[in-house]
């Protein structure tokens, strides 16, 4: 199972990029998916995910409004569509899989713990 992110780069402030996780060896439909970033010196923070079926989809409250995460079945790929890109949104964007679970709660989409499979990342740099 692989997963590979990319689409990041060199953005101004106010600019937009498109993020892709692409799969091979597994079907991105039946999983959750997750949008995280770093920075150096800090946690890996929670960005947006998509349930199981599309069901769910839930943002932190600082892109809410600005990202939005889709996907293409058919493609077996997953989109994180980040607009109005601020300088604090540089990072490095990590794509993750969470296959389906018995039991789960909506806390449990934003841990990255939880995530079984995860992408190499993409560095995203908005300059101000």
């Known amino acids: 199972v692989q997963l590979q992110a990319y689409g990041g780069g060199l953005v101004q402030a106010g600019g937009s990029l498109r993020l892709s996780c692409a799969a091979s060896?597994?079907?991105?439909?039946?999983?959750?998916v997750g949008w995280f970033r770093q920075v150096p010196g800090k946690e890996r923070e929670f960005v947006a995910v998509l349930s199981w079926g599309g069901g769910i989809t839930t943002y932190t409250d600082s892109v809410k409004g600005r990202f939005t995460i889709s996907r293409d079945n058919a493609k077996n790929t997953v989109y994180l569509e980040m607009s109005s890109l601020k300088p604090e949104d540089t990072a490095v964007y990590y794509c993750?899989?969470?296959?389906?679970?018995?039991?789960?709660?909506?806390?449990?989409?934003?841990?990255?713990?939880?995530?079984?499979?995860w992408g190499q990342g993409t560095q995203v740099t908005v300059s101000s």
């Open positions: 993750a899989a969470m296959p389906r679970r018995d039991i789960w709660t909506a806390g449990m989409l934003t841990r990255p713990a939880e995530y079984d499979y």
């Open positions: 060896g597994r079907t991105l439909s039946r999983d959750a």
